[in-house]
């Protein structure tokens, strides 16, 4: 046994991987994607610009993102098998990050793309929200909406859902919102597929053990939960006795505090901007000046009831704001997330697949030893 090994339990503060995709900096408050400081790159790139940017390390030029985009476009279409396995998910009413689970493994059941990476990864990048968009209609009694090959690809996400064309501010904060989600460092659901992808496994493979993990509530987040605790507030008055009451008995304000950020997460300062225009143009605006209230006030009183924390708030808070002014239903939060983070797991299984190299760690043996063989107890 080496003696010389050291547990880290749950990994924390292991170096697994080398990466240029994104740095995240928990202390200063800092995410930057393939060397673009987030507030930068979210609010002003398309998706296809940010899943070009993640997969070639480098923006592309007008050619290169109208090629691109029309090769996402032309891949849009469910395979008929994958359609049927929906129908049949839906009937059993199964929550749609189960239906995401499922489906996932059978978008390459119609073998068109052959076993090139980048080919499948943009046939996995653009049937997932035709995917999502589908089996919320089917769930909810409807049929699928068809993709459109002249919107872009958040625009057509919007459409697929609703069945009517988005407005420009719409489309804009769905932009922004998939830019900022896209990548975020070594976490959970990243780690499994880079993971599966060093055994020598496929693409789709690496994405369904993705989603898996992302499925879990201690990764997948809780947006939903961050938008009830406001509507449950309700009105003004009631806003500093609601959050006293759920601090002083040890609960979670939902939306606040980060395992790695130690200040205010970049990201909800972003989806903030997005959410302030987004409401200016669609949506109630009453509510959004009324979730920044008790944003305020939670942040003082999570100061003032738990010093030295530094429970600031989190992405969750202003996903669920934003997700909510676009129309989204709650269950469509978490695989709206996967729409965009789907191209993040693949840049990294494409970098992962360069360094040729088993994800292989080592386990510390704490059970019985000494035991002999004697039969039957």
């Not at 002003?44 to 050619?63: I, R, S």
């Not at 597929?193 to 989603?211: F, Q």
């Amino acid at each position: 046994m080496n003696t010389d090994m050291q547990v880290r339990s749950g990994l924390e503060g292991v170096v697994a991987a080398r990466t240029a995709l994104s740095c995240v900096d928990g202390e200063a408050g800092e995410l930057t994607i393939a060397g673009f400081p987030l507030e930068e790159l979210a609010p002003c790139a398309t998706f296809e610009q940010t899943a070009w940017l993640l997969w070639m390390d480098d923006l592309p030029d007008a050619d290169e993102l109208a090629g691109f985009r029309a090769r996402l476009a032309a891949r849009r279409e469910l395979p008929e098998a994958t359609l049927m396995l929906l129908r049949r998910v839906a009937g059993a009413g199964l929550p749609a990050m189960d239906a995401l689970r499922i489906a996932v493994g059978t978008l390459d059941i119609d073998g068109s793309e052959g076993g090139d990476d980048l080919e499948k990864g943009i046939m996995i990048t653009a049937r997932f929200p035709t995917l999502v968009a589908a089996y919320h209609r089917l769930r909810n009694g409807g049929e699928p909406v068809a993709p459109r090959g002249d919107l872009g690809h958040a625009a057509n996400y919007l459409h697929m859902i609703t069945g009517s064309e988005p407005a420009p501010a719409q489309v804009r904060a769905l932009e922004t919102y998939l830019n900022t989600v896209v990548d975020h460092g070594l976490n959970a659901s990243t780690f499994t597929a880079r993971v599966i992808i060093s055994t020598g496994s496929d693409l789709v493979s690496a994405v369904v053990g993705a989603v898996g993990a992302l499925k879990g509530p201690l990764h997948g987040g809780a947006p939903g939960p961050a938008l009830d605790m406001v509507f449950e507030i309700g009105s003004e008055e009631r806003i500093d006795a609601w959050l006293r009451e759920k601090v002083a008995a040890g609960e979670r304000l939902m939306g606040f505090g980060h395992r790695v950020y130690k200040v205010r997460d970049p990201r909800a300062d972003v989806l903030a901007a997005a959410s302030d225009v987004l409401y200016g143009e669609e949506g109630d605006r009453n509510l959004y000046e009324f979730a920044r209230k008790v944003e305020e006030r939670a942040l003082a009183i999570l100061e003032e009831m738990k010093p030295g924390r530094r429970l600031q708030t989190n992405v969750e808070f202003y996903t669920a704001l934003l997700l909510h002014g676009l129309g989204l239903p709650v269950d469509l939060f978490t695989p709206t997330f996967a729409v965009s983070r789907v191209a993040g797991w693949i840049a990294h299984a494409l970098e992962q697949r360069r360094t040729g190299r088993l994800i292989r760690p080592q386990s510390e043996y704490v059970g019985a030893t000494g035991r002999r063989w004697n039969g039957m107890r």
